[in-house]
């Protein structure tokens, strides 16, 4: 047991002393592989998960969505740097962070240490829900910021858009909320010129009647809205295993001919005795020969011992006890070195090509449920402002301050009329069918809801009460400029196959309205603080 009480907080001031640049070369990403930027040798993940409160799947275990930002607590990351650089970790993925919050002091330390970061821009609270899938003005918001945050510091590599959101076969839907995160945290970094190159990726889980189309799905098409990197959460490798009988041979085979790095999001089972028993045979085997040319590493799930036990160490107060998990993950990194067979950059020309976009099919053993093209629309707040600026009828005041109201009253104007008043806010990813208002919040897409049934009902004074949980304002006008913008924005999502027609749904043959009665019941309330997924 080693304890860091003594000298801790002298350690953080010198941090905060030598915050100013960090000195970690970026890394960047061509072809299959990640290089150094500084002089061109290929770049290996050596990496551990390090978060509290989080489960492997990704989600919180408290209910209450709170979690501790582990790259702003400083007392923590102080005590557990030197545990992590001594077993040989040279990055760390992190779950979710504050982008409100300082985070200089705990990166300074892990440029100190030879450690890069992969940051998921998700939070317990703000994230894509699997079973109510929606991309909005509200997550485009959380995500951005953290973009914001933590591109300052070179040694992040960059963001996972998702974590197991398309979990199994029911979820394929949600892909399309997830690549359209993708495309536009793309695009935002592009836009604030860096001046340096910052990955986005998704984390996928190892589900035998997904995994394939998902990783098809998220590297087909435009570039501009493809990732930047595939990671995947695999726990094949159990106890006593081979490269071959664990099923890792298998996976290496399917990411022969994958064209941007892959690498091992999280592993590490635990089935054989728990974390601390852990012997790390996969670890010596994915930096060998037989997966360098395919991985690029892989990052174990994970440091802290919680109730899952899948933790590296015991944390009790400011001290830290290794177990016997970490010491045999430290033989397995230092025996393992580097490989000798890499790739320079400079010698490298990529062969690989993106792959096929899998076809939508609502049969059979491969469901997959989301078009390629178009994705949900890019959130655009000026959009949402005109259109909200400009309607009779809206929720009252009262009702846009509760989630659970909004939620109510979704499921109460999206299931009259056959759902009609919905369809400008409509999802439909097996289609592409996606309404112009769609990445609204979720109140202002009520709103253009309830607006609608009001002009769906000739303005009778009567359609705009819903028990007082709508009021009439008469004399509500957009500005002068929103005619143009909101033009634009109807032309072009009438362009991909959105706006305000009633279609129907083609995977299911329900018309939207039926389906957005439950659906956004649920995603309002999800919004304001219900269950999410990471």
Known sequence: MVSFRNGAKAFATLALVNRAIAELPPIIAKGQYFFYSNNGSQFFMKGVAYQQGIQVDGAPVEE??????????????????????????????????????????????????????????????????????????DHLERYTKVIEEMAK???????????????????????????????????FIKS??????????????????????????????????????????????????????????????????????????????????GGAKRLFQDTGVLYSSQMNKVWSGGIVYGYFNEENDYGLVDIKGNSVTPNKGYSNLASQIKASSFPTNTVNQAAYSPTNTPRACPAVSTQGAEV????????????????????????????????????????????????????????G??????????????GCTPAQQLAHALDEYYKLQKNAADACSFGGKAVLDTKATAASKCSDVL???????????????????????????????????????????AMVVL
């Open 64 to 137: 209450d969505h709170k979690y501790t930002d582990p790259l702003a607590d400083t007392t923590s990351c102080t005590r557990d740097i030197p545990f992590l650089k001594k077993a040989g970790t040279n990055t760390i993925r992190v779950y979710a962070i504050d982008p409100e919050e300082d985070h200089s002091v705990c990166m300074k330390l892990l440029d100190d240490a030879g450690i890069y970061v992969v940051a998921d821009l998700s939070s317990p609270a703000e994230s894509i829900d699997r079973v109510n899938p929606s991309w909005t003005l």
């Open 153 to 187: 510091y070179s040694n992040v590599i960059g963001f996972f858009a998702g974590n197991e959101v398309a979990n199994n076969a029911s979820y394929t839907p949600s892909a399309a909320f997830v690549k359209a995160a993708v495309r536009d945290s793309k695009k």
């Open 192 to 273: 604030k010129n860096y001046g340096r190159w910052l990955g986005v990726g998704y984390a996928n889980n190892d589900d035998p009647e997904t995994r394939d189309n998902l990783a098809s799905y998220f590297n087909c098409g435009d570039p501009e809205e493809a990732v930047d990197f595939w990671g995947f959460n695999i726990y094949e490798w159990c106890g006593e295993s081979t490269f071959k009988t664990s099923g890792y041979e298998e996976r290496t085979k399917e990411f022969e001919k994958y064209s941007v790095p892959a690498f091992f999001a999280e592993y590490g089972c635990n089935t054989e005795g």
């Open 368 to 423: 997959w449920e989301a078009v390629a093209s178009p994705l949900p629309p890019s959130p655009d707040a000026e959009v949402c402002d005109c259109m909200f600026s400009g309607l009779k009828c809206k929720p009252s005041d009262k009702v846009l301050n509760n989630a659970t109201a909004i939620g109510e009253l979704f499921g109460t104007v999206c299931g009259l009329l056959e759902g009609k008043a919905c369809n």
């Open 425 to 438: 806010i409509q999802h439909v990813a097996a289609t592409g069918d996606y309404g112009v208002y769609s």
């Open 487 to 529: 033009s634009s924005a109807s032309a072009a999502a009438g362009d991909k196959g959105g706006g305000n027609s009633d279609k129907k749904d083609a995977a299911s043959g329900l018309r939207f309205g039926q389906f957005a009665m439950i659906g956004y019941l649920v995603a309002a309330m999800a919004v304001g603080g």
